[in-house]
């Protein structure tokens, strides 16, 4: 912020923030790690899976909002299997309008599912340790492997309450005095990992919640 906020921000006034900065300490820079070709590669894969995903999720909203707009509703059911079920129940008036969408949706659902077998490939055949994190409930092959890809290399961290503040999963602290504050998770980091993690916790808390109601 030294730097781009400068109200007099010139290629000659970054250097010379740049060289102090330096002269007192490296870590104020922040240096970034660099992740490796075959990470970008595969982690391409995960983020264009997302796409698709949150592409999807738009048209099935835009086919429940035009149905519910027409005083009709769609069937609740998953995003995988919306375009099946959902078709009996469009109104006539409205088939014109929505049977390409849902035509559209179920393309997309297929699309996705194949980027979801390649990444079990790539988990199986070239990150087995994924397998390890794969034995927490909640934790599928998507979310393994976006975290061995993100954190890529453990050696950069000197231990493991490193990897939290990382990807801003630690609560703000605004401490002055006797006031000591905490706010919400900071949010640093990959957002992309961070939400993976986030789903995997949710999922994990409503399983174990499940399994505590069934033994009471």
Do not use: W
């Amino acid at each position: 912020r030294l730097v781009y906020e400068n109200p007099r921000k010139s290629d000659r006034v970054d250097a010379e923030y740049l060289a102090k900065l330096l002269r007192l300490d490296v870590s104020l820079l922040s240096p970034v790690e660099h992740r490796s070709e075959a990470a970008q590669k595969h982690l391409a894969v995960l983020r264009s899976r997302d796409s698709l995903v949150q592409a999807r999720t738009q048209l099935i909203n835009h086919a429940r909002g035009m149905v519910k707009s027409f005083g009709g509703r769609l069937p609740n059911c998953g995003a995988e299997s919306f375009a099946r079920k959902a078709h009996p129940a469009l109104p006539d008036e409205l088939r014109p309008a929505l049977e390409l969408i849902l035509e559209t949706i179920q393309a997309v659902t297929d699309h996705i599912r194949s980027y979801q077998q390649e990444i079990e490939r790539v988990c199986e055949q070239e990150y087995p340790e994924t397998a390890n994190l794969r034995q927490i409930k909640g934790v599928g092959a998507l979310t393994a492997l976006a975290f061995v890809l993100t954190i890529e290399d453990p050696a950069r961290f000197s231990t493991s309450r490193e990897v939290g503040p990382c990807l801003g999963l630690v609560p703000k602290r605004d401490q002055s005095s006797d006031d000591d504050p905490q706010g919400h998770i900071t949010k640093t980091g990959d957002p992309y990992l961070r939400r993976l993690l986030i789903g995997g916790a949710d999922l994990t808390l409503t399983r174990n919640a499940e399994g505590d109601l069934k033994l009471s």
